[in-house]
């Protein structure tokens, strides 16, 4: 029996200062999918080759706390800094994971990859709810290149599926998990057939990167789809004369409360008032750019 899908979305506009953004999540009907409360989607965009590149400099510096963040990068270079001390650069088809705990700054910006000089940008930012124990832990940060993604290829020549986040069969991303939950990368090739398989538990999402056949429904790009919790298949379909990309995300329940506000998400209103007063008596630290560089 294959899945149903009970809702879908295009996302809204909601651009961060240059960048062309698509809020997926939240949105009027879905809140959370697992532990997933938030998805911006960044559209691929060709920059010219004598355009500027976009400095770390502090003028998109924010705070988070109560959350994971992870960037995953389809084509580009994330360029990040912490307060927490850490600096580091991911590009194309890799991805990189800051566990805010108790509160931390950071400041990231994404430029085209001068490895691949095909002047492209185009990725995700996803937040994740942290366990309540966990939002009490210290900062974290990992960054995570392409070929450290484990990659399954599939059989019939019909692709292959990263396992971003979490673990699909005996490959096991290296990015930390603190609830059931994964993030995985389908790329499906002209006239093949992908079917996966759920668990029983788990919340399940798509976005489509490209246009695609879902469980024998056509789909525009960058639809976003959400899923029934009935057990079931969810089978994709490329029915185009290239390849298409999916991007099927999501994880148990989060079961606590949760209470969101601006770059915090917490279990309790109070608690987004303490990381407020944190933030601004200074708890969170500070960006040392000239120390990282």
């Given at each position: 029996m ?6 879908t979305?295009?996302g809204?506009?909601a ?25 911006d989607?960044v ?7 004598d355009?500027?590149?976009k400095a ?10 109560g959350?994971?963040?992870?960037t995953?990068?389809?084509?580009g270079?994330?360029?990040h800094f912490d ?11 890799g991805a ?15 430029n085209?990859?001068p490895?691949t000089?095909?002047?492209?940008t ?15 832990e ?23 599926l990263?396992?971003v ?7 096991t991303?290296?990015i ?22 759920d ?7 798509a976005?489509?990167?490209n246009e ?13 789809l959400?899923?029934?919790?009935s057990?079931?298949t969810i ?6 004369n ?7 995300f999501?994880?148990?329940t ?20 303490t990381a407020?007063?944190?933030?601004h ?5 500070k960006i040392?750019?000239?120390q990282?560089?």
């Amino acid at each position: 029996m294959k899945k149903k899908i009970t809702f879908t979305s295009q996302g809204r506009r909601a651009d961060v200062g240059d960048y062309e953004i698509y809020r997926i999540l939240p949105n009027h009907y879905v809140k959370a999918v697992g532990p997933f409360v938030f998805l911006d989607y960044v559209p691929p965009v060709q920059h010219a080759a004598d355009e500027p590149r976009k400095a770390v400099n502090g003028s998109g510096a924010h705070p988070h706390r109560g959350i994971a963040t992870l960037t995953y990068v389809l084509n580009g270079e994330a360029d990040h800094f912490d307060s927490n001390g850490h600096h580091a650069k991911v590009y194309s088809g890799g991805a990189q994971w800051m566990k805010a705990g108790t509160g931390i700054i950071h400041d990231e910006v994404i430029n085209p990859d001068p490895q691949t000089n095909n002047g492209l940008t185009h990725g995700f930012q996803f937040w994740v709810n942290l366990p309540a124990k966990n939002k009490a832990e210290k900062p974290d940060y990992v960054p995570v290149q392409a070929g450290e993604i484990p990659v399954k290829e599939l059989e019939d020549h019909a692709g292959w599926l990263k396992a971003v986040t979490g673990t699909y069969r005996q490959y096991t991303s290296k990015i930390p998990v603190y609830l059931d939950q994964f993030i995985y990368h389908l790329h499906l090739e002209p006239g093949k057939t992908f079917l996966l398989h759920d668990e029983k538990g788990i919340e399940y999402a798509a976005f489509l990167v490209n246009e695609a056949t879902i469980n024998d429904t056509k789909f525009s790009q960058g639809e976003f789809l959400l899923f029934d919790k009935s057990s079931g298949t969810i089978e994709s379909r490329n029915h185009s004369n290239a390849p298409i990309d999916i991007i099927f995300f999501g994880g148990a329940t989060y079961t606590e409360p949760i209470v969101a506000q601006g770059p915090f998400v917490m279990n309790t209103q109070q608690e987004i008032s303490t990381a407020y007063s944190d933030f601004h008596h200074g708890k969170y630290g500070k960006i040392r750019y000239e120390q990282q560089a």
